[in-house]
């Protein structure tokens, strides 16, 4: 029997058909892959995040094969000599036989807390990024409050992290969110024991932190992150100001090839940081902690970076309670204010930050071009406030840390951070906002008269000046050159800057290249700009 | 060029046919972008096909993925050959870990950078421009989507009959708190069961009997088995005293040195626990009153007491009253004596509630 | 015992007999005075006779006395007085501080101290093993007091007694990693990593400034060998199993490591990234 030949290279094509008869993605798809996305640095921010949060579902599945949820108490019996014959929970003796007693579980581990660490990093960083320039504006208010959800999210899937190991550090933690929700007014006694199931620490806590921390919160962690990369998606990436770059259109690569390999390629980058942070620097090591007990602590026993912002306002706060002479009296403890009260500020605060800017600026218009921070120095230094505010907070949160470290009073470290805290912000607004307004002035300086030279002349009465290298052209008239305008984007400051900017679209400074002058392909010609794009500048400035 | 100067007015133009077999490959790219509303207004390969500099750069991102390989495979070869049992020491199974961190981060950077290299230099640079097409809807689409949903309303008759909108929202509460009761239900637990908020494990027994104080291996405890100026931590002497249990009833049991001791014995008599101390020796709780970490860095000399997590210090010959720090309320004490057989019991449980603030709290 | 009782009634006099105010020194050696009284009050486990009732009386010296009686009257005896019978306003008596005292502050280099301060500090020390013998051999036999035994302090010792010990009783000042950590108003619990097996035996028995004394009856020799080697053997020798320990100081360097190594790392990766070719 003769069989029809096989033509291996019709193949793809002969699939992508049947598929498309089926599905009918062809449209879509091209839609997809000629997506144009803008191309910045700051653009990669947020993918950290997403690349870590990738990395910790990949390393938590494999911990949760090796990991015991519970709190029965077992006699230690692993490799680990020092604990041997060491009463403790089942879920701390799981968590050393993952660092010891499984091949290969201790990179693991390790390289989910850093991956934890990177991922939270990752959003304030991000988040900064999307506040100094602005991107949170209409339309994109939605996506900057799920954006500061996500935060809290990703801290509450840390916080139930850490405490699953059920070590001496992270067992201290517990106890004192228990002493958090204990402090809540009216309700505080009641929540705590229903969460911990009876008494501080009951039996039950680890395997409910267990299945939030496996399940409920990366459930709602992956519903908000889809969230907020579909409406990325839908209402597009915003992007900066430049040369053909207009709050109607994206200016940028298309997504495939060049975008997706890059973004892919990034994906590797951020998990082979993450992997040689796993291996080369330890991280939580429990078992120098112990298993939990109520009456063990260590020195400098702080949380992980994103939760020490708290534990900083915890000592920083006088102890001020308030008591209500009512009945046998009822209090609410100085606990309350910092560790609850304080974080629904933040909360409140962050999430509406784009009304009540726009309230205040009455600016309801689309926004999808950036602003430079400096051009914005109210929003900037807010900003450098919250974040100074913030700094304060963490650095004061390790303050034992620091007072041993470099040999200062701990009660002078919490009375500096009391008065840093109330010193530093408005320090910081008003310094940021000088440095905006000065770097403002000084771009329209070079705009209006050009690049510092370095060249001093004598004039013929006997001055001397700077030479300055205008931007544009010397007109005829009257021997200046005419100023430019400012277009929210950097501004050349110095003579080797000049050209050197590679706007994305090359016209800013100097006139389009003609295309014959790249090494031409044929099968990828050059293309011709848009004609209708107007030449800016020319002559002097050029290279 | 002159194969794309037809290209150049993007709006009112006709598609091409895209069946042309005189178009190219890219032709057809560009079309499909063009029909996206996409310009590619520049796209300029960056390197000449068969030059040196496009060879040297295929030769770089082929050392990175070659080199991914070669870490990939030691990483197996560590992985299954290198002594990895936990050994005390120095010996080689510490550098498991960072061997196979290296090993792996290798492998993933060589392959990320090597795509990245790929993508960035050996690809042709492009600028595309995409409208955003962010307009909202037209008047007419707005209002045409806005009657449709009135229209429902109008429909289902809710203004008419408003008994169906009454009855179906009276009917679907209940299913709601349906909803919720089992999880309430379930995990709502009383806080003042027992009065366990405000007992601890050194309640005397149901025959009176008190309570010993024992060490954390359950030894009861002589004064002899205190150093003057030391501290020890003390549990109740009950079944599970000494584990997570009880875990407000962990005590520190300091013996003072004779002039501290006075202080400490005039102080607890103005708060009129005269009796609470037994000879020299204090006992208070090791719970912060703040919250809830054991506070016991216990300066012998100034006779304070630190609580590393948020830096309360109590001065313990002041019925350690906070002197510094969040902490609002002094630790309890408890009131001790020695038995017949000459060790420490607890006199009677805490007269105060321990561990951190909390709302009833009297 | 008459003779021990007539010491203890004297030395209650002389505590009395002090002013309120005194130098944090001066109380830590005080304590020190009232421990060794105490010990032998309740016959505890360790007591330990003084050769001579009178410090005053000019016992009889061994050689090794002597020749430490002859290093104190050159280095100590300005700030501890004649017959270390302490000087005003300048240091403590060491009469019953015991050569375990004298061991720690000596061989650490705490002692002599170049200056009044809070809390004397580790520097090295400027007397050799032999001189620190002698020294503590001249205050033992002057005013008895608690010993370092001879031998191998870590004999039959069990880690993971030691482990626990060492959390219950240590960890809360010196930290888990024993690096040390703040205490109030620029105190500090010093890092155990310099710390010899006799020094920190010594400091154990003798509670230096403000560590609480954790002498043989709360702390048995046996149970102290068990934490002298977690923390020689575990903490200190032992290598890190996962890599570059950051410090041991918890959270706090691992937070700075991920914006100073990672955020920083893939911040220019993305510049390079996202750059002009």
């Known amino acids: 029997m003769k069989r029809r030949k096989f033509d291996a290279a019709a193949l793809p094509a002969k699939t992508a058909g049947a598929v498309d008869d089926r599905f009918q993605v062809a449209t879509p798809l091209r839609k997809l892959l000629n997506k144009v996305f803008p191309d910045h640095w700051s653009f990669l921010l947020g993918e950290i995040a997403l690349f870590s949060f990738i990395v910790l579902l990949l390393t938590g599945v494999f911990l949760t094969f090796f990991y015991e949820p519970a709190m029965t108490e077992v006699v230690y019996d692993g490799s680990y000599a020092p604990l041997r014959g060491t009463p403790m929970s089942a879920a701390y003796a799981s968590s050393l036989d993952l660092s010891f007693d499984v091949r290969g579980g201790l990179i693991m581990r390790q390289m989910h807390h850093w991956a934890a660490l990177l991922f939270m990093a990752a959003i304030v960083v991000h988040m900064l990024r999307v506040f100094f320039t602005g991107a949170f504006r209409k339309p994109r208010e939605t996506n900057w409050i799920i954006g500061s959800l996500l935060f809290w999210v990703g801290f509450l899937a840390g916080f139930t992290g850490y405490s699953l190991p059920d070590d001496g550090l992270s067992g201290t933690g517990l106890r004192i969110a228990s002493g958090i929700i204990l402090s809540i007014p009216v309700i505080g006694s009641w929540v705590s024991s229903s969460i911990f199931g009876g008494e501080f620490p009951g039996t039950i806590i680890i395997s409910r932190f267990f299945i939030a921390h496996v399940l409920l919160i990366p459930g709602l962690l992956v519903a908000l992150i889809s969230a907020h990369l579909g409406l990325v998606f839908k209402q597009k990436h915003t992007q900066w100001p430049g040369p053909g770059r207009t709050n109607e259109n994206v200016v940028g690569e298309r997504m495939f090839p060049r975008y997706a390999l890059k973004q892919g390629g990034f994906f590797m980058v951020v998990f082979g940081v993450i992997a040689l942070m796993g291996g080369l620097f330890q991280i939580n090591p429990i078992w120098y902690f112990g298993p939990y007990e109520a009456w063990v602590v260590s020195a400098a026993s702080q949380p992980d970076w994103y939760v020490m912002f708290l534990d900083g306002s915890t000592r920083l706060m006088p102890a001020w309670e308030i008591s209500i002479p009512i009945g046998d009296g009822y209090v609410i403890p100085p606990l309350f204010w910092p560790t609850v009260v304080l974080p629904g500020i933040l909360v409140g605060l962050s999430t509406m930050y784009p009304f009540l800017e726009a309230r205040r600026l009455k600016d309801y218009k689309h926004h999808n071009l950036l602003q430079r921070p400096r051009d914005v120095p109210a929003r900037t230094a807010v900003g450098a406030m919250a974040v100074s505010f913030y700094i304060v907070l963490t650095l004061s949160g390790g303050n034992d840390v620091i007072a041993d470290k470099f040999h200062i009073s701990l009660n002078a470290m919490t009375w500096a951070g009391r008065i840093g805290l109330l010193v530093v912000p408005p320090l910081a607004y008003y310094f940021t906002y000088r440095i905006c307004l000065g770097l403002q002035q000084h771009d329209r300086e070079v705009l209006a008269h050009g690049v510092e030279t370095g060249i001093i002349k004598r004039l013929p009465d006997g001055r001397f000046v700077e030479v300055h290298q205008p931007l544009t052209p010397v007109d005829g008239h009257d021997g200046h050159a005419p100023a430019l305008d400012y277009v929210g984007w950097v501004v050349p400051k110095k003579m080797n800057r000049l050209g050197a900017l590679g706007p994305a679209i090359r016209g800013f400074f100097y006139p389009i290249e003609k295309p014959a002058e790249a090494p031409v392909s044929p099968g990828h010609p050059p293309v011709e700009p848009r004609p209708e794009r107007e030449e800016i500048g020319s002559g002097e400035s050029r290279r | ?362 | 015992m008459t003779s021990d009782n007539d010491r203890r009634r004297g030395l209650l006099a002389r505590l009395r007999g002090r002013p309120v105010a005194r130098s944090r020194g001066r109380r830590r050696l005080g304590a020190a005075v009232r421990l060794a009284a105490a010990l032998m009050l309740a016959g505890g486990a360790y007591t330990v006779f003084a050769p001579g009732v009178q410090a005053q009386d000019n016992p009889p010296l061994s050689a090794a006395a002597n020749e430490g009686k002859a290093l104190f009257d050159v280095s100590c005896v300005t700030c501890h007085g004649r017959n270390a019978q302490g000087v005003e306003g300048r240091g403590p008596s060491l009469i019953g501080v015991g050569s375990a005292s004298v061991e720690f502050q000596v061989s650490s280099g705490r002692m002599p101290m170049a200056r009044q301060e809070a809390q004397a500090m580790r520097k090295p020390p400027q007397f050799t093993d032999e001189q620190v013998r002698q020294l503590g051999q001249y205050i033992q036999e002057l005013g008895g007091g608690p010993q370092v035994p001879q031998g191998d302090l870590r004999e039959g010792a069990n880690l993971s007694t030691g482990g626990e010990l060492f959390r219950i009783n240590c960890s809360q000042c010196h930290a888990f990693g024993a690096g040390g950590g703040a205490l109030s108003s620029g105190k500090y619990a010093p890092s155990l990593k310099p710390a010899s097996d006799r020094q920190i035996y010594a400091a154990m028995l003798s509670g230096p400034q403000n560590m609480p004394v954790f002498g043989d009856n709360q702390i048995s020799p046996q149970e102290k060998a068990d934490i002298i080697a977690y923390i020689q053997e575990t903490l200190k020798h032992d290598q890190d199993q996962g890599g570059f320990n950051l410090g041991r100081y918890g959270p706090s360097t691992e937070g700075l490591a991920i914006f100073l190594v990672g955020i920083v790392a893939l911040v220019f990766a993305s510049l390079w990234i996202a750059g002009k070719s």
């Open chain 2, 1 to 362: 060029m002159s194969t794309h100067t037809e290209h150049q007015a993007p709006q009112g133009r006709e598609p091409l046919d895209v069946n042309d077999p005189r178009l190219s490959r890219f032709d057809i790219v560009q079309e499909g972008a063009r029909r996206d509303d996409i310009e590619i207004v520049h796209y300029e390969p960056q390197v000449v096909p068969g030059s040196k500099a496009e060879r040297r750069l295929t030769r770089t991102v082929a050392t990175m993925f070659l080199l991914t390989g070669v870490a990939a495979t030691a990483f197996l070869a560590i992985y299954i050959w290198w002594p990895w049992n936990w050994e005390a020491g120095r010996g080689g199974d510490k550098y498991y870990t960072p061997l196979l961190g290296v090993t792996l981060g290798i492998a993933l950077l060589g392959i990320g950078f090597g795509i990245l290299t790929w993508g960035k230099k050996l690809l042709p640079k492009e600028v595309s421009i995409q409208d955003r097409h962010d307009q909202p809807g037209s008047p007419a689409d707005r209002r045409i989507t806005g009657e449709t949903m009135l229209y429902m309303a109008d429909e289902l008759g809710v203004k008419r009959r408003p008994l169906l909108g009454i009855s179906l929202l009276a009917g679907l509460a209940p299913v709601g708190a349906v909803v919720a009761a089992p999880l309430v239900g379930g995990l709502i637990s009383n806080p003042h069961k027992n009065n366990q908020m405000f007992t601890t494990g050194f309640k005397p027994a149901e025959d009176g009997k008190r309570i010993r104080l024992v060490r954390e291996d359950g030894r009861p405890i002589r004064p002899a088995d205190v150093s003057v100026g030391g501290q020890l931590t003390v549990f109740p002497g009950i079944d599970g005293g000494v584990s997570n249990k009880h875990a407000d009833s962990p005590t520190l049991l300091i013996h003072l040195r004779e002039d501290d001791a006075q202080k400490s014995r005039a102080a607890n008599e103005r708060k009129g626990h005269g009796d609470y101390m037994w000879g020299n020796y204090v006992a208070f709780s090791k719970i912060c009153t703040h919250a809830g970490c054991p506070a016991s860095l216990y300066e012998q000399q100034t006779n304070r007491l630190l609580c590393p997590c948020h830096q309360s210090q109590f001065l313990i010959t002041d019925n350690a009253m906070p002197v510094f720090g969040p902490a609002n309320r002094p630790l309890p004490q408890l009131p001790i004596e020695v038995d017949e057989e000459g060790f420490f019991v607890a006199r009677s449980d805490y007269t105060e509630t321990i561990g951190p603030d909390f709302w009833e709290r009297p």
